[in-house]
C-alpha cells in the first residue's frame, strides 16, 4: 500500500497503550490500528530538528516509563542527522526530542518537542531505560552515516525525564559505532558490546576492525556500591489486570517498583525495550501488593525484569517475570 511504501528502512515502533502503532520513518511519524490493520489516516506529525532520524543517519528511540492509567505516553529519540540523506561528511543533530501522544485522541497530541541539548551531537547511538526512569545513552558518531562515518562519540550521557536535563555520566573506553549495541543487565548495569568502526566496508574485508571487547557500565545509582534491595519471592509468571505478592525484607523502604521489558537490540534500533510503572496497592514489612499491566497493549506479552526502587533512588537486583494472558 502507499502508507508502507512510503516508511522507510528500519522505522521506529513502538505498540502504544490502547493498541495503536507508532510509526517514526525519516522525520515524519504516523500510526496503526493494530486491531483493525489498518493505518489510522490523516495523523501526521513532523521531528523539529534536523534531518532524517532513522537509517542511515539514525539516533535511537525510547518509549519513556509508562504510568499507571495515564492519557499520554512520551517517546524519545535521541540524535539523528541534520539532513534527510546524509553522507559521511554531515553532521549530526545534538538534540533529543519527545513526542507527546495523547492515547484518547491522537489528532490532538502535542506531537514533537526538543529537549535541552546534548553534550554531544551524536548518531548510531543506542538509548537504555534504566529502572530509575532515567535514560542512559551510549554509542555513535557526530558526522556521516550508518556504513561511512567519523569522529567517534565516546561520552555517556544519561536523560532525565522529570528535569528534561543531560549530563555525561562516563566515557567508554572503546569506539561504538555501527553495530554496536547497548543492554539493561538485571544487576542495574549497562552492557555495552560490538561495532564495526567508521567503515562497515573496511571492517568487512578485516574483521581485526570488529570490536571484541564488552565494557559494562555502572549508572550513577550504583555509585558508592549502595546495599541492595534483595527480592525474595515473586511468582514466575502473572496475568494481565491481576494483584501479586512481591516478597522481601523492609518492603516498607520501596518507593516505587518497575517492570523492564527483557529486550535485544540492532542497528541502534531497541523496539522491544519498555518500562512500565507498576501500582503498589499495599506495603508491610515483608511484603508489597502489586497490580500488574492493564492488557497487553500496556506489556506486550512476555518476559520481564521486575526492579523495586528504594527511598533513595537505588533499584533492586532484577527478577525475572513473565506477563501472560490468563
Not at 179 to 205: C, E, K, M, N, Q
Not at 243 to 253: G, H, S, T
Not at 308 to 318: A, E, F, Q, T, W
Request: neutral net charge; contains cysteine; proline residues 7%.
Amino acid at each position: 500500500s502507499k502508507f508502507i511504501n512510503e516508511i522507510e528502512m528500519y522505522p521506529f515502533l513502538q505498540v502504544l497503550p490502547k493498541g495503536t502503532l507508532f510509526i517514526h520513518s525519516q522525520k515524519t511519524t504516523c500510526f496503526w490500528n493494530i486491531a483493525e490493520r489498518k493505518p489510522v489516516p490523516k495523523i501526521n506529525f513532523e521531528t523539529k530538528v534536523g534531518g532524517t532520524k532513522t537509517y542511515p543517519g539514525m539516533g535511537s528511540c525510547v518509549m519513556l516509563p509508562l504510568e499507571p492509567k495515564s492519557n499520554t505516553v512520551k517517546i524519545l529519540v535521541v540524535g539523528g542527522s541534520t539532513l534527510l540523506s546524509p553522507n559521511k561528511n554531515t553532521d549530526a543533530v545534538n538534540v533529543a526530542e519527545i513526542f507527546t501522544a495523547d492515547l484518547e485522541n491522537l489528532a490532538n497530541s502535542p506531537g514533537w518537542e526538543a529537549t535541552s541539548p546534548m553534550h554531544k551531537k551524536r548518531i548510531l547511538c543506542d538509548s537504555v531505560l534504566l529502572p530509575d526512569e532515567t535514560v542512559l545513552v551510549t554509542n555513535g558518531a557526530e558526522k556521516g552515516q550508518a556504513d561511512d562515518n567519523q569522529i567517534a562519540v565516546k561520552d555517556i550521557e544519561l536523560f532525565d525525564p522529570n528535569s528534561n536535563t543531560w549530563k555525561v555520566i562516563g566515557v567508554l573506553e572503546r569506539e561504538r559505532l555501527y553495530h554496536s549495541s547497548a543492554v539493561l543487565l538485571p544487576d542495574g548495569r549497562v552492557v555495552i558490546a560490538g561495532s564495526t568502526g567508521h567503515s562497515w566496508l573496511r571492517a568487512a574485508f578485516d574483521p581485526h576492525n570488529f570490536e571484541h571487547e564488552i565494557e559494562l557500565v555502572s549508572p550513577p545509582y550504583l555509585e558508592g556500591n549502595p546495599s541492595r534491595s534483595i527480592i525474595d519471592k515473586i511468582p514466575p509468571s502473572v496475568p494481565y489486570n491481576a494483584n501479586f505478592k512481591v516478597e522481601r525484607n523492609d518492603a516498607l523502604n520501596i518507593h516505587k517498583v518497575s517492570l523492564i521489558r527483557a529486550s535485544s537490540t540492532t542497528h541502534n534500533n531497541n523496539m522491544d525495550q519498555r518500562c512500565v510503572i507498576l501500582r503498589v496497592l499495599d506495603k508491610t514489612n515483608d511484603s508489597l501488593m502489586i497490580s500488574s499491566p492493564q492488557d497487553s497493549s500496556w506489556a506486550p506479552p512476555g518476559y520481564y525484569m521486575l526492579f523495586l526502587i528504594d527511598k533513595s533512588g537505588v533499584p533492586s537486583i532484577g527478577k525475572f517475570i513473565k506477563i501472560e494472558q490468563s
